[in-house]
């Protein structure tokens, strides 16, 4: 099958040769990324945490969330030619895209239409997946990420590590670093002697971009709703950049996963709460633009991106992935996320989404993305925040059920397989490690050894207790 | 086949059988908050955002809005057009208009904006505008780093559902809450990045 | 009514002193306990590691072995988990003899993990026990989010005799046990246990309980590992034990250092 592009091209961290584990290892021994890591997620849980209480109807919004988004994948088809028909109408374009190099090749030659060699951009999901700004590099343009964190990720060159703020691995001293050492190649430098207070950061992005929203004439945008029935567009942000690009400049190009479609405005009544108060742990956040079709004068492209979404559609189980509205809370819970970031993911959607995502919509060829959906101890803690309930830890054991397995693990499993299928067999196994329980070895051989790294193996006991029930007559005797 | 051919194809091929849920919607919808107590509601949830938040009567606005901006020292502030005339009282302020549009670096150099709203949410200390009589185009209350805005008591809605009901999905919106923020450091919330940083808001009761 | 033991596979190769805990406490409480013998394991290991076909053979042979008993209960959160969750899954679908559903529609809400059986089935929360000992419970993922348990353990615990219950902090976190996550991503899962015994440790409890024996292996591995002295029980075992001290539990508590530990 041809594999579909997921973000992370040739300069990424590391092959997809490298299991999840190898890539876990290696952050596991940044302790300054742990540090990092184990504040921010703490801060936000506590914050969505204390916003979702405060609404007494959460889980009633949870299920219509849910069930708006199956409803709409279900009737995909109709609801996309609903949206491209209203968009037409209020005068913009809609162009489809089958995957990323379809979608990277119609926005670059739109670009190029115009005569423009720079673009802003808005943080995109959709656009980080397509590799779009390299796609476009390539075309002798240059794209400006604008958002704050995507800044930080760009002038770093460095790899975002979280869906919601992709600088999650970094620290304020470490940002104040990277403003004073590379604004000035990209535009206007940092001012001197920047302190690392997170306010005078803020303020040193605004000073850096102000310049550029204000003359750059092309914008591409990603976009958190579409609205089938208008044709309305909806952008959920904070900082003021995304407004920035979505009215200064003269072209908008908006590209949007066929997924992210509802089917009415009255829809917005469920996603405008179950967001925000996901996502940044706010009632609200700061900004939210909607426009249809070409506004106030600009000229505005609409991308219908599928790059695999099709494919997961077609997945019974792993179709509801796409109900996923990008708020990263699973991140913020995840205990594994915690202790890796988002790096060791290999994909632009990193922690337990990434973990069911990415293998679906890059298939499970590689060692990376078979090992993905073991980087979890399904321990349920992102099922429960996810808002529109998508059952991830479900989701994981199907994707095992399908990838391939290591001959020595399937050996292992068909042994012990073969044990528990008869209850004889396994009291001959207890009865063997009894009368061996003198010979366990402090340490586990192989893969096993993992566990004797760090603890202490239970001692075997003399007498299983089916043998003690047979003995005693369940203790009676 | 084109792309769009091919990908609604797919999506059909993928769908087909697939269960059809009913949408439950047991949640508050239009009209199940209560509508008394959302003035004070809205301003308390405006405040958290750290915006100046104000309560007063309308026969005040006036009176209002002239202090605000002499507080801030504002000289020269943009008025949208539709904006009531009544209200721009102020002394030693030039008040510059939209017609012809403003450019961006002219936008950049004024000293703020003074709007009204289409719609306010009580719940989540939202305003709304709509580009509607005396709001303007979007890119007059993003450029400029100060926004003054008069909420009239009667627009403010008790939830997000009662919101969007009172609005028109053609009309470019944009929603407001609190004064442009990030928090893509340490995951902190701070104040001010592109948008104005300074969010005042008048309730006129 | 019949009540049949599941004591799971672990608990039966591993933690024998478990099982005989559960028999003494429903003794106690008038419940006569029957031990099928055909049961072995649920297949929770092979399904979620993404055997399923070994997974779903072993959940035929399990529902098999408990037809025909009005209750079911199982000493481990993570087991019955796996019955009442994913059981109907696994072994329905269109393709299952109808015989075979009708037998998972009937096991799974008659299967109980032990303190849903007392709480809910016997009403009871003061079983008797004395136990004069620091105790702190880790509610593990699979009784917290998948049984939903709730304060169930804790209502039990906090009638015990002599029990100083510790709130354990951020006790709701996942120790990173995971089944054959801790061997598959030992890094990780380690890294995750690190922070749970710090927790443990920051109570001063003398004993860390919880309602599975599995993450108890885990944690009481770290423990022992770093010679904390902290022992680790199942609340089987707490709630068995006596002021006449002859249950399992007492003199396992009085004994044991480590989960597990011969007799």
């Given at each position: 099958?041809?594999?579909?592009?997921?973000?992370?091209?040739?300069?990424?961290?590391?092959?997809?040769?490298?299991?999840?584990?190898?890539?876990?290892?290696?952050?596991?021994?940044?302790?300054?990324?742990?540090?990092?890591?184990?504040?921010?997620?703490?801060?936000?849980?506590?914050?969505?945490?204390?916003?979702?209480?405060?609404?007494?109807?959460?889980?009633?919004?949870?299920?219509?969330?849910?069930?708006?988004?199956?409803?709409?994948?279900?009737?995909?088809?109709?609801?996309?030619?609903?949206?491209?028909?209203?968009?037409?109408?209020?005068?913009?374009?809609?162009?489809?895209?089958?995957?990323?190099?379809?979608?990277?090749?119609?926005?670059?030659?739109?670009?190029?239409?115009?005569?423009?060699?720079?673009?802003?951009?808005?943080?995109?999901?959709?656009?980080?997946?397509?590799?779009?700004?390299?796609?476009?590099?390539?075309?002798?343009?240059?794209?400006?990420?604008?958002?704050?964190?995507?800044?930080?990720?760009?002038?770093?060159?460095?790899?975002?590590?979280?869906?919601?703020?992709?600088?999650?691995?970094?620290?304020?001293?470490?940002?104040?670093?990277?403003?004073?050492?590379?604004?000035?190649?990209?535009?206007?430098?940092?001012?001197?002697?920047?302190?690392?207070?997170?306010?005078?950061?803020?303020?040193?992005?605004?000073?850096?971009?102000?310049?550029?929203?204000?003359?750059?004439?092309?914008?591409?945008?990603?976009?958190?709703?579409?609205?089938?029935?208008?044709?309305?567009?909806?952008?959920?942000?904070?900082?003021?950049?995304?407004?920035?690009?979505?009215t200064l400049p003269e072209t908008l190009i908006?590209?949007?996963?066929?997924?992210?479609?509802?089917?009415?405005?009255?829809?917005?009544?469920?996603?405008?709460?179950?967001?925000?108060?996901?996502?940044?742990?706010?009632?609200?956040?700061?900004?939210?633009?909607?426009?249809?079709?070409?506004?106030?004068?600009?000229?505005?492209?609409?991308?219908?991106?599928?790059?695999?979404?099709?494919?997961?559609?077609?997945?019974?189980?792993?179709?509801?992935?796409?109900?996923?509205?990008?708020?990263?809370?699973?991140?913020?819970?995840?205990?594994?996320?915690?202790?890796?970031?988002?790096?060791?993911?290999?994909?632009?959607?990193?922690?337990?989404?990434?973990?069911?995502?990415?293998?679906?919509?890059?298939?499970?060829?590689?060692?990376?993305?078979?090992?993905?959906?073991?980087?979890?101890?399904?321990?349920?803690?992102?099922?429960?925040?996810?808002?529109?309930?998508?059952?991830?830890?479900?989701?994981?054991?199907?994707?095992?059920?399908?990838?391939?397995?290591?001959?020595?693990?399937?050996?292992?499993?068909?042994?012990?397989?073969?044990?528990?299928?008869?209850?004889?067999?396994?009291?001959?196994?207890?009865?063997?490690?009894?009368?061996?329980?003198?010979?366990?070895?402090?340490?586990?051989?192989?893969?096993?050894?993992?566990?004797?790294?760090?603890?202490?193996?239970?001692?075997?006991?003399?007498?299983?207790?089916?043998?003690?029930?047979?003995?005693?007559?369940?203790?009676?005797? | 086949?084109?792309?769009?051919?091919?990908?609604?194809?797919?999506?059909?091929?993928?769908?087909?059988?697939?269960?059809?849920?009913?949408?439950?919607?047991?949640?508050?919808?239009?009209?199940?908050?209560?509508?008394?107590?959302?003035?004070?509601?809205?301003?308390?949830?405006?405040?958290?955002?750290?915006?100046?938040?104000?309560?007063?009567?309308?026969?005040?606005?006036?009176?209002?809005?002239?202090?605000?901006?002499?507080?801030?020292?504002?000289?020269?502030?943009?008025?949208?057009?539709?904006?009531?005339?009544?209200?721009?009282?102020?002394?030693?302020?030039?008040?510059?208009?939209?017609?012809?549009?403003?450019?961006?670096?002219?936008?950049?150099?004024?000293?703020?904006?003074?709007?009204?709203?289409?719609?306010?949410?009580?719940?989540?200390?939202?305003?709304?505008?709509?580009?509607?009589?005396?709001?303007?185009?979007?890119?007059?209350?993003?450029?400029?780093?100060?926004?003054?805005?008069?909420?009239?008591?009667?627009?403010?809605?008790?939830?997000?559902?009662?919101?969007?009901?009172?609005?028109?999905?053609?009309?470019?919106?944009?929603?407001?809450?609190?004064?442009?923020?990030?928090?893509?450091?340490?995951?902190?919330?701070?104040?001010?990045v592109h948008g104005p940083r300074t969010l005042?808001?008048?309730?006129?009761? | 009514?019949?009540?049949?033991?599941?004591?799971?596979?672990?608990?039966?190769?591993?933690?024998?002193?478990?099982g005989r805990a559960v028999v003494t406490l429903?003794?106690?409480?008038?419940?006569?306990?029957?031990?099928?013998?055909?049961?072995?394991?649920?297949?929770?290991?092979?399904?979620?590691?993404?055997?399923?076909?070994?997974?779903?053979?072993?959940?035929?042979?399990?529902?098999?072995?408990?037809?025909?008993?009005?209750?079911?209960?199982?000493?481990?959160?993570?087991?019955?988990?796996?019955?009442?969750?994913?059981?109907?899954?696994?072994?329905?679908?269109?393709?299952?003899?109808?015989?075979?559903?009708?037998?998972?529609?009937?096991?799974?809400?008659?299967?109980?993990?032990?303190?849903?059986?007392?709480?809910?089935?016997?009403?009871?929360?003061?079983?008797?026990?004395?136990?004069?000992?620091?105790?702190?419970?880790?509610?593990?993922?699979?009784?917290?989010?998948?049984?939903?348990?709730?304060?169930?353990?804790?209502?039990?615990?906090?009638?015990?005799?002599?029990?100083?219950?510790?709130?354990?902090?951020?006790?709701?976190?996942?120790?990173?046990?995971?089944?054959?996550?801790?061997?598959?991503?030992?890094?990780?899962?380690?890294?995750?246990?690190?922070?749970?015994?710090?927790?443990?440790?920051?109570?001063?409890?003398?004993?860390?309980?919880?309602?599975?024996?599995?993450?108890?292996?885990?944690?009481?591995?770290?423990?022992?590992?770093?010679?904390?002295?902290?022992?680790?029980?199942?609340?089987?075992?707490?709630?068995?034990?006596?002021?006449?001290?002859?249950?399992?539990?007492?003199?396992?508590?009085?004994?044991?250092?480590?989960?597990?530990?011969?007799?």
């Amino acid at each position: 099958m041809s594999r579909t592009f997921l973000g992370m091209p040739g300069a990424a961290p590391r092959s997809g040769d490298e299991g999840f584990p190898e890539r876990a290892a290696r952050a596991l021994r940044d302790s300054q990324l742990r540090f990092n890591l184990r504040k921010a997620t703490r801060t936000i849980r506590a914050r969505r945490a204390g916003v979702v209480a405060e609404l007494p109807d959460w889980a009633e919004l949870r299920r219509a969330g849910k069930e708006i988004k199956d409803h709409t994948l279900r009737h995909l088809d109709t609801y996309l030619i609903q949206l491209e028909e209203a968009v037409t109408k209020a005068g913009g374009h809609v162009h489809w895209a089958a995957d990323a190099a379809e979608a990277n090749r119609i926005v670059a030659g739109i670009v190029k239409a115009t005569g423009e060699t720079e673009v802003v951009k808005v943080k995109s999901m959709a656009t980080q997946e397509i590799g779009l700004n390299e796609a476009l590099l390539a075309e002798g343009v240059t794209a400006y990420e604008t958002d704050l964190a995507e800044l930080i990720v760009q002038l770093g060159d460095d790899w975002p590590s979280h869906i919601l703020v992709p600088a999650i691995h970094r620290n304020r001293s470490e940002i104040r670093e990277i403003f004073t050492r590379r604004m000035a190649e990209w535009g206007r430098p940092a001012p001197e002697d920047l302190p690392d207070d997170p306010p005078a950061l803020a303020e040193a992005a605004r000073l850096h971009l102000r310049e550029r929203f204000l003359s750059t004439k092309v914008a591409i945008s990603g976009a958190n709703f579409a609205v089938a029935e208008t044709g309305t567009l909806v952008v959920l942000e904070s900082e003021g950049n995304g407004r920035m690009c979505l009215t200064l400049p003269e072209t908008l190009i908006t590209v949007l996963g066929i997924e992210k479609l509802v089917p009415t405005w009255r829809d917005l009544e469920v996603f405008l709460q179950l967001l925000p108060r996901s996502s940044t742990g706010e009632r609200m956040n700061p900004y939210t633009s909607t426009w249809t079709g070409a506004t106030e004068g600009q000229e505005f492209h609409l991308v219908l991106l599928d790059n695999g979404r099709t494919g997961v559609l077609a997945d019974e189980v792993g179709r509801q992935a796409l109900r996923c509205i990008r708020c990263s809370a699973c991140l913020n819970v995840c205990p594994v996320y915690e202790r890796v970031g988002g790096h060791a993911y290999g994909s632009v959607y990193p922690g337990p989404i990434g973990a069911i995502l990415t293998p679906q919509l890059r298939g499970m060829g590689s060692e990376l993305d078979r090992s993905l959906p073991y980087a979890s101890s399904l321990c349920g803690a992102c099922y429960e925040v996810c808002p529109v309930a998508i059952d991830i830890p479900s989701v994981l054991v199907e994707l095992r059920a399908k990838g391939r397995h290591h001959l020595a693990e399937r050996t292992g499993m068909a042994a012990a397989g073969w044990v528990l299928e008869r209850s004889g067999r396994l009291a001959r196994m207890q009865r063997l490690g009894g009368r061996l329980r003198k010979l366990a070895p402090g340490r586990l051989p192989g893969p096993l050894g993992g566990w004797t790294d760090t603890r202490d193996l239970p001692p075997i006991p003399e007498e299983s207790f089916r043998d003690w029930w047979n003995r005693t007559d369940g203790g009676r005797r | 086949m084109s792309s769009r051919e091919r990908i609604l194809a797919r999506v059909r091929a993928a769908v087909a059988g697939a269960p059809d849920p009913e949408i439950p919607r047991g949640y508050r919808g239009p009209g199940a908050l209560p509508a008394d107590g959302v003035v004070d509601l809205f301003a308390e949830r405006v405040r958290d955002y750290r915006a100046v938040v104000r309560v007063l009567p309308e026969s005040e606005a006036a009176e209002q809005v002239a202090r605000s901006l002499a507080e801030r020292r504002a000289g020269r502030v943009v008025v949208p057009g539709g904006f009531p005339r009544a209200l721009l009282t102020a002394p030693d302020v030039q008040w510059v208009t939209d017609d012809p549009p403003l450019t961006a670096a002219a936008l950049d150099a004024v000293d703020g904006v003074v709007t009204t709203c289409a719609v306010a949410v009580a719940e989540t200390g939202t305003i709304v505008l709509d580009a509607g009589p005396g709001q303007g185009r979007r890119a007059l209350t993003l450029v400029p780093d100060y926004h003054l805005c008069l909420v009239r008591a009667g627009q403010i809605a008790p939830g997000v559902p009662d919101a969007l009901a009172r609005l028109d999905p053609v009309r470019p919106q944009t929603w407001i809450s609190g004064p442009s923020a990030t928090s893509d450091i340490e995951l902190n919330r701070v104040e001010g990045v592109h948008g104005p940083r300074t969010l005042e808001v008048l309730i006129l009761t | 009514m019949r009540v049949a033991l599941f004591v799971t596979c672990v608990n039966d190769t591993l933690f024998p002193g478990t099982g005989r805990a559960v028999v003494t406490l429903l003794r106690r409480l008038g419940v006569d306990v029957d031990f099928p013998m055909a049961q072995t394991c649920c297949g929770q290991m092979h399904v979620n590691t993404g055997y399923r076909d070994e997974g779903a053979r072993l959940a035929r042979r399990t529902v098999a072995a408990f037809r025909g008993y009005d209750a079911v209960v199982m000493p481990s959160g993570s087991c019955a988990a796996m019955v009442r969750e994913q059981y109907p899954r696994l072994t329905g679908g269109p393709q299952a003899p109808p015989g075979l559903r009708a037998a998972v529609d009937e096991l799974t809400p008659r299967t109980y993990e032990l303190t849903e059986f007392l709480v809910d089935v016997l009403g009871v929360t003061d079983v008797g026990a004395y136990f004069p000992h620091r105790v702190t419970y880790h509610p593990t993922c699979h009784s917290l989010r998948g049984l939903h348990l709730g304060d169930r353990p804790l209502a039990l615990l906090r009638q015990v005799r002599g029990l100083e219950l510790v709130p354990l902090p951020n006790a709701e976190e996942c120790c990173g046990f995971g089944g054959t996550f801790a061997v598959k991503n030992a890094g990780v899962s380690a890294a995750m246990c690190a922070d749970k015994v710090r927790n443990v440790l920051d109570t001063g409890a003398e004993v860390l309980c919880a309602a599975d024996n599995s993450c108890l292996m885990h944690i009481g591995g770290t423990l022992g590992r770093q010679r904390t002295g902290v022992r680790v029980m199942h609340l089987a075992e707490i709630l068995a034990a006596t002021e006449a001290a002859t249950g399992d539990g007492a003199e396992r508590a009085a004994s044991a250092r480590r989960p597990g530990a011969a007799r």
